[in-house]
């Protein structure tokens, strides 16, 4: 049996996605995973309360808040990595 030439390869045209601003990024991520912008709201929070606390000479409560922003700063980075996790996985599928 004899081969013939290989048939001529055509170009498959690449996917074209449509562009999308700041904000329609912001709301289509937010949706996708919505515990990383309460965490970074929730560790913005307490760090104003801890550094006004602190303004105000409260140091006990100033010291807890800064402990409570470490907690927060750490939920978010949990949500960050439980949300690449889901993405990565579902993109598996």
């Known amino acids: 049996m004899e081969a013939g030439p290989p048939p001529p390869l055509e170009p498959i045209p690449l ?5 999308e601003g700041f ?4 709301m289509r991520k937010t949706r ?7 965490g970074c709201l929730s560790t913005v929070g307490v760090l104003a309360y ?5 303004r ?3 140091t006990r ?3 807890l808040m800064m402990r409570a922003r470490v907690v927060a700063q750490g939920f978010t980075f949990a949500a960050l990595l439980g949300g ?10």
Do not use: C, D, H
């Open 32 to 38: 996708e995973n919505p515990l990383v912008p309460l």
């Open 23 to 26: 904000a329609e990024k912001f």
């Open 50 to 54: 801890g550094l006004l606390s602190f």
């Open 56 to 58: 105000k000479g409260n």
């Open 15 to 19: 996917p074209t996605f449509a562009e």
């Open 61 to 63: 409560r100033s010291q």
């Open 84 to 93: 690449m996790v889901a993405t990565a996985i579902k993109s598996r599928q």
